[in-house]
């Protein structure tokens, strides 16, 4: 019992070893193929129109010298990359240099790090509400079975990382919401919700399981959570942060 009891607990650690090496291998394989072999920033616009536009965009935000205003109005595409700057300061001043291709190395790893983030959170999920490790692996390896996953996981182009995992937070406020009807984690599924919106449209998809999930809660509990001046407050915030990214 007691040999049975030691192989038991060793099997626990076996999944999260995996997934760790899993994450792993796929920040450095990430990193070693679609974000280091660019050493010039011109090389961006031969690989994809949308590397360059949003490189030059976040070095706009930086007041980068020699950078030209592009043709997009002061809400286009990327314009939530001035919120990067104080981090991109902080890393520029490590650098012996700053030259325009490390704003875009900076702009993927962070993508890169909001996808792996997303993982996590996936994972966390999937364990919490199905209690099978192994099938919340199982699933995030089926979304890297996909090229064209793979191919914009670390793209600046922020879908399948920053809207996803701000898409993933707002489901986990709402799941902890339905669970304790604590009004704190319906706003951080509204402000989750809204940020994600505000950097790419179909983030307002998570309004729908929102809904729903204070309808369940009204109905079980008997608590107006939508009252006028819940809604007010809400949408009052959600598009402040709107505003504020855009």
Same mark, same amino acid.
């Given at each position: 019992?007691?040999?049975?009891?030691?192989?038991?607990n060793? =099997? @626990?650690?076996?999944?999260?070893?995996? $997934?760790?090496?899993?994450?792993a291998?796929?920040?450095?394989? =990430?990193?070693?193929?679609?974000?280091s072999?660019?050493?010039? $920033?011109?090389?961006?616009? $031969?690989?994809?129109?949308?590397?360059?536009? =949003?490189?030059?965009?976040?070095?706009?935000?930086?007041?980068?010298?020699?950078?030209?205003? !592009?043709?997009?109005?002061?809400?286009?595409?990327?314009?939530?990359?001035?919120l990067?700057?104080?981090?991109f300061?902080?890393?520029?001043?490590?650098?012996a240099g700053?030259?325009?291709?490390h704003?875009?190395?900076?702009l993927?790893?962070?993508h890169?790090?909001?996808?792996?983030?997303?993982?996590? !959170?996936? @994972?966390?999920?999937?364990? @919490?509400?199905?209690?099978?490790?192994?099938?919340?692996?199982?699933?995030?390896?089926?979304?890297?079975?996909?090229?064209?996953?793979? =191919?914009?996981?670390?793209?600046?182009?922020?879908?399948?990382?920053?809207?996803?995992?701000?898409?993933?937070?707002?489901?986990?406020?709402v799941c902890?919401?339905?669970?304790?009807?604590?009004? @704190?984690?319906?706003?951080?599924?509204?402000?989750?919700?809204?940020?994600?919106?505000?950097?790419?449209?179909?983030?307002?998809?998570m !309004?729908?399981?929102?809904?729903?999930?204070?309808?369940?809660?009204?109905?079980?509990?008997?608590?107006?959570?939508?009252?006028?001046?819940?809604?007010y407050?809400s949408?009052?915030?959600?598009?402040?942060?709107?505003?504020?990214?855009?």
């Amino acid at each position: 019992p007691e040999k049975l009891y030691t192989m038991k607990n060793a =099997q @626990r650690y076996i999944e999260p070893v995996f $997934f760790v090496a899993f994450l792993a291998v796929v920040f450095v394989s =990430q990193l070693r193929l679609w974000i280091s072999p660019f050493m010039d $920033f011109n090389w961006l616009a $031969f690989f994809h129109h949308d590397l360059i536009y =949003q490189a030059e965009r976040f070095l706009l935000n930086l007041n980068y010298s020699g950078i030209e205003m !592009l043709d997009s109005s002061p809400a286009d595409y990327g314009s939530e990359l001035w919120l990067l700057v104080p981090f991109f300061k902080v890393y520029e001043f490590f650098l012996a240099g700053s030259t325009p291709i490390h704003a875009y190395y900076f702009l993927a790893v962070f993508h890169l790090l909001c996808g792996i983030s997303s993982f996590v !959170l996936i @994972r966390f999920l999937l364990r @919490r509400y199905t209690g099978s490790s192994a099938g919340a692996f199982l699933f995030i390896l089926i979304m890297m079975s996909s090229p064209l996953f793979v =191919q914009y996981f670390s793209f600046v182009k922020p879908d399948p990382n920053i809207v996803l995992l701000c898409i993933l937070i707002s489901l986990y406020a709402v799941c902890v919401f339905c669970e304790t009807a604590n009004k @704190r984690w319906l706003l951080i599924a509204l402000l989750a919700t809204a940020l994600g919106t505000a950097i790419k449209w179909w983030g307002a998809f998570m !309004l729908f399981p929102i809904v729903h999930g204070v309808m369940v809660r009204e109905k079980k509990f008997k608590i107006e959570f939508f009252s006028l001046t819940n809604v007010y407050i809400s949408v009052i915030i959600s598009f402040a942060v709107i505003f504020a990214v855009e």
